[in-house]
């Protein structure tokens, strides 16, 4: 029980550092705001919510495997089958903004030039509709822990 506590509390942390990180981004990329240090700024974050979705996916792998639920547990629920789809949305949704945001730091490392005014807000874009899909994730999360 204690392991699956921890794998648990590790879990959650790991979901919270992805939306706080993920919303720091959303809140810095804004074409008014862009400046060298925002573009520094805004690849370190995406490095940060990259780590905590990757923690986020191996305490995930872990619980499915050693949880109290076993692996029958999980699978059997179509709920855990469309949050798990909707996860990969997210990671898929969340590759543009970091290559974005790579390209970004190594061209004002480069050049010192800032993103285009109109490359930002399309950036915004990709980074809200993460924001958006996953309170979604999460409310069927609840749904499905409560055996829905």
């Known amino acids: 029980m204690t392991f699956e506590a921890v794998l648990a ?3 959650l942390l790991a979901i919270l550092t992805l939306v706080v990180f993920l919303t720091s981004q959303a809140a810095l990329c804004r074409v008014e ?6 573009v520094q700024r805004l690849a370190r974050l995406d490095m940060i919510y990259g780590i905590a979705a990757v923690i986020l996916l191996l305490t995930g792998i872990a619980r499915l ?6 692996v029958g547990g999980y699978v059997s629920s179509p709920l855990f089958h469309i949050k798990m789809t909707l996860f990969v949305v997210a990671v898929l ?8 945001f790579r390209r970004w730091k190594k061209t004002l ?6 993103p285009a005014p109109e ?11 993460q924001g958006h899909l996953i309170p979604v994730i999460a409310v069927i999360a609840v749904f499905w822990a409560r055996g829905m």
């Open 9 to 11: 509390s590790v879990h």
């Open 93 to 100: 949704l969340s590759l543009k903004p970091t290559f974005t």
């Open 109 to 114: 490392d480069a050049t010192g030039q800032l």
């Open 65 to 70: 495997v050693w949880g109290v639920k076993g």
């Open 119 to 129: 490359e930002v807000k399309q950036t915004r874009k990709w980074v809200m509709w």
């Open 33 to 38: 705001w862009m400046s060298a240090a925002v």
